[in-house]
């Protein structure tokens, strides 16, 4: 496949900071991994060493670091593949092996991590990891935080939560306070606050006039699960919450709620550190927090060439992660804002929406002490518009959706959808071959055979044939099963058609495991 000029923009420049809107379909990967054989091409003096490629799936890494052997096969294949071609969290990991000694160190933590450290791969694990350690810091500080502790009750995931968030977004606590100036974000800041809150607080124009707005649905759906019990009544009558009671709210003191989250997120690290048993993202804290504190090793662990795929998949800590690792201004972050769907684990979008200010803005707190980030941090925008997966049909019918009310009171801002989002161009021909029908059931059951009597409709009509791209010419064969594919946005809704189906005699399985619906 040929570079389209977008592209091919992106693949010669390799110097400087570069922030690349690609859309789906539109060759990211294929630009990247062209990205870093023309480094290598045309840096005389560049080795795989010099260069870091980050990703977020062990699937990706691997899929680029071939891609990127088979390119280069001139070059020493066992080079190759010692290449810095990793997730975020496989690359951490080799870091902290390597410098489990400086851990002790870090904040006043005092405690010493193996070097045969385990690390808690899913969220079942760390959930259950963490109840045990919380259930011993009750018995140790029930009379310290009384009052805390009886409104927290047994649902300590509620807590784990909360210091989740903290994490992605750098914010740790020291052995007597808080990480650089992690109280004033705790603490906050009422002028910024009101920035957000006057569009969270502002009532959008449905149909039949104003909706309620989104802060004043929060508070209560979190009045209903016995959070603000306080709330007056009389607070939730309206279609939004007054700004005199908002700033009361704002101005209480948080003092005890700040200690305890202080003492149990410090208790949690030290356990962690101490069981050897870290979760993903302690992973990314400690390595953080190490090339933070020394800059010998921060130097010696940095690179000249750094990209980062799936940017919109990153949090806050992984951005700033990312400018300890650069030797230079030469950065080349990918992704996509409006595939960000990890906010559940606290990835932000916003790193690329506001990449420019960001970045900025994390010189400035990485620089605080002494200077670690000494380059310029100006930004260049590419974007890529040309789609080579989806025919024109497709990609009319999913930008056209985005203009869909998703209930009768929503109001679609149709101009800002506009300005904001850039509609693909498909670069196949095939449009006439894609079809899109909208089907409705009375229910999940009646949608379940719906579906059901779809596809045995389908694999029943001799004029359905699937273009096998694999064989020469792209020749039509019958369709199979396997071809056909149904998304479910609930495990619950999957079980009950795949049980369904069974009873049809339509095969139907959840392809990757039911790890995908973060089952039990």
Partial sequence: MASNQAQEEVIRTTEGILLVDAGPGTGKTYTITKRYISILDNDPEATPEDILLLTFSNNAADNMKRKVMSELTKRDPATLWDAKISTFHAFCKSILTTYTYKVPSLLGYGERLSPSFSILENDVGEHMFFSKVYNAFYERNKDVHREMVSIVGDNS???????????????????????????????????????????????????KGPTQARMLKRLK?????????????????????????????????????????????LFYIKRAIRAGMLPFDFLIMLVFLILHDDDDIRRSVAFDY????????????????????????????????????YGFRYASIDNIL??????????????????????????????????????????????GSLYIEATNEDAVEAEALGEAITPLVAHREEGHLSDVRFYTADDNDAEVEM?????????????????????????????????????????????????????????????GGTEIFNSE
Wanted: with cysteine.
């Fill in 221 to 265: 759906t979190r009045r209903a699960n016995k959070i603000y019990l306080d709330a007056s009544p009389t607070l939730l009558e309206g279609k939004n919450i007054p700004e005199g009671d908002i700033r009361e709210a704002f101005h209480e003191d948080r003092e005890k709620e700040i200690s305890f989250i202080h003492d149990i997120y």
């Fill in 354 to 399: 506001e990449f420019q200010e960001r970045i900025g803005r994390y010189k400035a707190q990485l620089n605080e002490g002494r200077t670690r980030i000494h380059f310029p941090v100006d930004v260049e925008a590419r974007e890529f518009t040309i789609n080579y997966r989806s025919t024109q049909t497709l990609l009319d019918t999913s930008f």
């Fill in 306 to 341: 750094v990209m980062v795929d799936e940017f919109q998949d990153t949090n806050e800590m992984q951005f700033m992660l990312t400018l300890l690792l650069m030797k230079s201004n030469n950065l080349c972050a990918v992704g996509d804002w409006k595939q960000g769907i």
């Fill in 157 to 207: 995931d509620q807590v784990l939560r909360i210091i989740k968030q903290l994490l992605s977004k750098g914010i740790f606590p020291t052995r007597d306070d808080w990480f650089l100036d992690g109280r004033s974000h705790l603490e906050g800041d009422w002028e910024s606050f009101c920035v957000r809150m006057r569009v969270e607080n502002t009532c959008p124009m449905g149909k």
């Fill in 451 to 511: 579906i059901i009597a779809l596809i045995q409709d389908m694999m029943a009509d001799d004029k359905v044939r699937i273009i096998d791209e694999g064989a020469e010419g792209g020749c039509l064969r019958p369709i199979r099963y396997e071809d056909i594919a149904v998304l479910s946005r609930t495990r619950d809704f999957g079980l009950r058609l795949q049980g369904r189906a069974a009873h049809y005699g339509v095969p139907v399985v959840f392809e």
